[in-house]
């Protein structure tokens, strides 16, 4: 079982580049979710989806876009990095709303 | 949004229970409290979750104040496995939303 797949494990962005943060689960679940992780921090969720076509924000979405065209995948854009996106990334996934969340390994993002 | 409010950290020594509180004063009745572990390097593991009752399972067990103002998980018998990062977490009624803290650092004792 794969479960939630995250890649890149790592990466180091310049100030200003775009890339995308990919998450990708086979368990059918309809629920994803992205959060970060700063030194020290609890989890802060970003954006999160409730199904294909259907996302919403969480605390911190600013800097950040999503799509949910499959079930299966969820990436996460940064469309201008900035040094304060620098932070570990994870990704998550459940079968329903009060169901347990399922993370990945997470992305660790450096950004000069 | 209704906040949790955990102690920084605690210490246990090994083969012994831990019993690790939770305060969620601000908690809404249709709230689920959910706790989660972190292992260094790794993403959050999901432990156990409840709503009013307690609840039991191979990993621990969750003992919910009449009130559903505090919380606390409960380790029977810690082991160095278990040294990790507790998250002790309000989901929001009706949304996808997990509100997480800061954690308890949890340091198991040879």
């Known amino acids: 079982n794969a479960g939630v797949t995250q890649t890149p494990k790592f990466q180091v962005l310049k100030t200003g580049q775009s890339m995308t943060l990919q998450c990708a689960q086979d368990?059918?679940?309809?629920?994803m979710s992205w959060y970060r992780q700063d030194p020290g921090m609890g989890l802060r969720l970003i954006h999160y989806s409730v199904g294909a076509g259907i996302t919403d924000q969480g605390e911190v979405p600013n800097g950040y876009n999503v799509s949910r065209s499959t079930t299966e995948d969820f990436p996460l854009r940064l469309l201008s990095a900035a040094p304060s996106q620098t932070s570990v990334y994870f990704c998550a996934s459940s079968l329903g709303a009060s169901q347990p969340q399922h993370f990945g390994d997470g992305t660790r993002l450096s950004i000069l | 949004d209704a906040k949790t409010t955990q102690p920084n950290s605690m210490e246990s020594n090994e083969e012994e229970p831990v019993h690790l509180p939770c305060n969620h004063s601000t908690i809404s009745g249709t709230d689920y409290i959910h706790w989660y572990r972190q292992l260094p390097s790794q993403g959050p593991e999901y432990v156990i979750h409840?709503?009013?009752s307690n609840v039991n399972n191979r990993m621990a067990s969750l003992a919910i104040a009449e009130d559903r103002k505090s919380s606390t998980l409960i380790l029977h018998r810690a082991t160095l496995r278990d040294a990790a990062v507790y998250y002790c977490?309000?989901?929001?009624?009706?949304?996808?939303?997990?509100?997480f803290g800061t954690g308890t650092r949890l340091k198991v004792l040879a």
């Open positions: 977490i309000l989901k929001m009624g009706g949304t996808y939303k997990y509100i």
């Open positions: 368990m059918n679940h309809e629920y």
């Open positions: 409840g709503l009013t």
